[in-house]
């Protein structure tokens, strides 16, 4: 080998400069290594992104509440009003009155969540199951559909046209109207509504509760107040 004036040759240098590197890089590693266990031990860090979750009773509670009143069922109703107002020992064609409608509306059902308390909701102590119990659906005031809602047939006898003839006044079906709205509440209280209504808040509670954690939801109902 030929060397040059001014050059010193250090055949060793190459492998000193290698030890130093892999000494630095162990290092490195076993300072990553200790920061990221001091890490996992005191709860700053974790490489699987836990989360806390509260499944507590207050937590449901407050879910249940949000939803105040859930509108759970709607019942559709037609009801045919037949009202005949006779005079006596007078024939139809002369004195009385007979108008038939047809009344369509519809009636919700619907459950209270606004009133609720910790004595209605139950979780187990695992965190796994909860238990809810509600106060039954309650039907709402029938909602006339007046687009639908319309008086088929009227007769009258001739002395009430007649008079209707003489006066200004327009004819008053307020009267058939209220008849109406009463058979169709009568109608939506067969237990049909209620329980259709019930049920969906069932499967409605199901999901909702499911998602936020529990593997087990039981709904329950009152009775209704006779």
Known sequence: ??????????????????????????????????????????????????????????????????????????????????????????????????????????????????RLDDAHVVVSEDGTTVEVHLPPAELRAPQLDMSRTHVATRSRGLANRVGEALTSNAQDDSALYQRAQEQIAAAAAAPELRARAEENTRVMLTGLLRGLGYEQVVVSFDAPSV
């Open 1 to 114: 080998m030929r060397v040059l004036a001014g050059d010193v040759v250090h055949p060793h240098r190459p492998a000193r400069r290698a030890g130093r590197f892999l000494a630095g890089a162990a290092l490195a590693v076993l300072a990553v290594f200790v920061l990221s266990a001091a890490a996992l031990l005191t709860g700053l860090w974790s490489p699987f992104g836990t989360e806390t979750v509260d499944r507590s009773a207050p937590v449901v509670l407050h879910e249940l509440q949000d939803i105040s009143r859930y509108r759970a069922a709607t019942g559709e109703f037609s009801e045919l009003i037949d009202v005949e107002d006779d005079v006596k020992l007078v024939p139809d064609f002369l004195a009385g009155e007979r108008t038939v409608l047809v009344a369509v509306g519809s009636v919700d059902a619907e459950v209270d969540f606004s």
